[in-house]
Every structure is written in C-alpha cells, then in structure tokens.
Nanobody, 127 residues
Framework: QVQLVESGGGLVQAGGSLRLACAFS????????MGWVRQTPGKERELVAT????????YYADSVKGRFTISRDNAKNTVYLQMNSLKPEDTAVYYC????????????????????WGQGTQVTVSS
C-alpha cells in the first residue's frame, strides 16, 4: 500500500549540491520514520540519514555528518535530503525508506527497521 518515489538525483561536480525528495503515499505519513539509504555496487548498503515521524529527531552517518541534512514536510508527505559539499565517494543509488513505528519521536537507526522502499535515484559526483 505504501509507495515511495524518489527524485532529484543527477550528475554533479565535487563540491556541488543536490536535493533529493521522496514522495510518500498510501499511509499516514507522520506515523512513519523515514530514511535515506545508499547503495554502491559491490559494497554494503549504508544508512545515510533518518528522521522521526515528528521531524524532531534525526540520525546521520559519520560519513555525511555536517554535509547532509534530512528534513520532512508532513503537510506535503515528503522527505528531503539536502546534500552539500558532495564528494566522489557519495556516488550511489539513493533509496528512500519508511519505517512504520507509530512513535512520533523515534528515529529509525537500522536498515532492518524499514518496511517500505522506493525505486532509488542515481547520484553521481565527478571529480
């Protein structure tokens, strides 16, 4: 029932910025913690950032801390990932994911927490 559709990926030079968006449908958005997970071929998936249903609690991977910002607009059923100071190692497919928690202040902390996944959007950072 829940569907997630990512947008905003593309090709950017190192040091540049992108903003990803994820449109949520099929459920009560503020009952889901949301997150972004990235995948590079041959590597383990990495949990990049998460936000609680209320939007007040966040988590960031050490690799993106200080450069990326996750946020959500519950009136628009949309979660965002603002990506600044991009590095070639940020190149990956970025997936939006939803965790049905019913806990407005609880942020997801593990990839295994997520119940629904989007199709992914490619981010490529060139040197």
């Amino acid at each position: 029932q829940v569907q997630l559709v990512e947008s905003g990926g593309g090709l950017v030079q190192a040091g540049g910025s992108l903003r990803l968006a994820c449109a949520f449908s099929g459920g009560t958005f503020n009952t889901y913690g949301m997150g972004w997970v990235r995948q590079t071929p041959g590597k383990e998936r990495e949990l990049v950032a998460t936000v609680s249903g209320s939007g007040t609690s966040t988590y960031y991977a050490d690799s993106v801390k200080g450069r990326f910002t996750i946020s959500r607009d519950n009136a628009k059923n949309t979660v965002y990932l603002q990506m600044n100071s991009l590095k070639p190692e940020d190149t990956a497919v970025y997936y939006c994911a939803a965790d049905r928690t019913y806990m407005p202040y609880a942020r997801p902390t593990r990839i295994g927490n997520f119940d629904y996944w989007g199709q992914g959007t490619q981010v490529t950072v060139s040197s």
